[in-house]
């Protein structure tokens, strides 16, 4: 009886969501305080305090309060802030814990800034479609729709055109010319050449989104409630059920390894307004913010104080004798008397 009771109360406590007790389980699950388009895909981030999201190339960085565990619920504690210095708008966000802001990719689906939480966006490199994509084939009806996701492991991004099946892997700077740098031995993967595909799980094979945060890669698919693990060498390494899931699109995701007593993946649907928390597969599966902790500042050493030098006493001279002359000599001893 107890334990029924138990669960009874876990149940009504979480409503329609099941207490978090699996990977894939369902934690939280949030819905934005926005309208059509910013309901809708693509973007979630977490900075370790808050969530952000974005519209479809928006010019506003929106802030929420992290949901408690359970129900489905409005966001609440919503912050605005303007975003300037990105011309086409922001499409996706992913955060760097080490720099404290977010990669983010423009409207256009080229331009890659680096988004200050003051709104200020600063051009880093501009993806050339020409080569820097190398085998890209454009899919569906938004192939300018790009996901990213920040590896801090070795300071890199990855970028993944929606419903396409390459994700691409760029350093954090630009070349020359101010575009993309390919890294060199990894320079994408794909997920729909087998056995590495997801034809077995989904019925077909797609990348809409993107997060990394240790590893291996995490991917979703439109359409399809099954997360794939990947290493970064592109082999399919597991697919996790998302139970339940309650959406059509799993889109952009994010990982957050602090909300919760479980680490979760943050997805956001293609079209419902939800950001739905997923626990992880384990502790250490993806961590926040690309993976690692800010680096601590190296300290400045304080400089040793120079000695300041005692000058050494000048001895008193001894005096010069006069020339001719002798020092007094010592008085004779009185010789004792010759008769007693």
């Known amino acids: 009886m107890a334990v029924a009771a138990l669960m009874l109360l876990q149940v009504a406590l979480l409503g329609a969501a099941p207490a978090a007790a699996a990977p894939g389980d369902l934690v939280a699950d949030v819905i934005v305080n926005e309208q059509y388009p910013d309901?809708?895909?693509?973007?979630?981030?977490?900075?370790g305090t808050y969530l952000y999201h974005t519209g479809y190339g928006a010019s506003v960085l929106h802030r929420i309060n992290v949901p408690a565990a359970g129900a489905t619920q409005q966001a609440s504690g919503q912050v605005d802030t303007p975003i300037q210095g990105a011309s086409s708008g922001i499409m996706t966000l992913a955060y760097d814990a080490g720099r404290d802001?977010?990669?983010a990719v423009g409207g256009d689906g080229l331009s890659i800034y680096l988004l200050r939480k003051t709104g200020a966006a600063a051009l880093v490199f501009s993806v050339d479609p020409n080569t820097d994509r190398p085998g890209f084939q454009p899919v569906g009806n938004y192939p300018n729709e790009i996901k990213?996701?920040?590896d801090a492991a070795d300071d890199t991004i990855w970028y993944s055109s929606d419903a396409g099946?390459?994700?691409?892997?760029?350093?954090?700077?630009?070349d020359a010319q101010g575009t993309a740098v390919i890294v060199d031995g990894a320079p994408y993967i794909d997920v729909n050449v087998p056995p590495n595909?997801?034809?077995?799980?989904?019925?077909?094979?797609?990348?809409?989104?993107?997060?990394?945060?240790?590893?291996?890669?995490?991917?979703?698919v439109s359409g399809c409630s099954v997360l794939f693990e990947y290493t970064k060498t592109g082999t399919k390494v597991a697919a996790l059920t998302l139970n339940p899931y309650g959406g059509s699109n799993t889109e952009d995701l994010e990982?957050?390894?602090l909300s919760y007593p479980v680490p979760v993946f943050w997805i956001r649907d293609g079209y419902d307004g939800h950001i739905r928390a997923f626990q992880q597969p384990s502790a250490t599966s993806c961590l926040y913010g690309g993976g690692a902790a800010a680096p601590a500042p190296t300290p400045t050493p304080t400089p040793t104080p120079t000695?300041?030098?005692?000058?050494?006493?000048?001895?008193?001279?001894t005096p010069t004798p006069t020339p001719g002359l002798l020092p007094p000599l010592p008085p004779l001893p009185t010789p004792p008397p010759l008769f007693g």
């Open 197 to 220: 595909d997801m034809a077995k799980e989904c019925g077909y094979s797609q990348s809409s989104g993107v997060t990394v945060g240790g590893a291996h890669l995490f991917v979703t």
């Open 148 to 150: 990213l996701a920040y």
């Open 307 to 317: 000695p300041t030098p005692t000058p050494t006493p000048t001895p008193t001279p």
């Open 39 to 47: 309901d809708i895909s693509p973007s979630v981030a977490f900075d």
């Open 165 to 174: 099946v390459r994700i691409y892997h760029y350093h954090t700077y630009a």
């Open 101 to 103: 802001a977010f990669w």
């Open 255 to 257: 990982c957050d390894s």
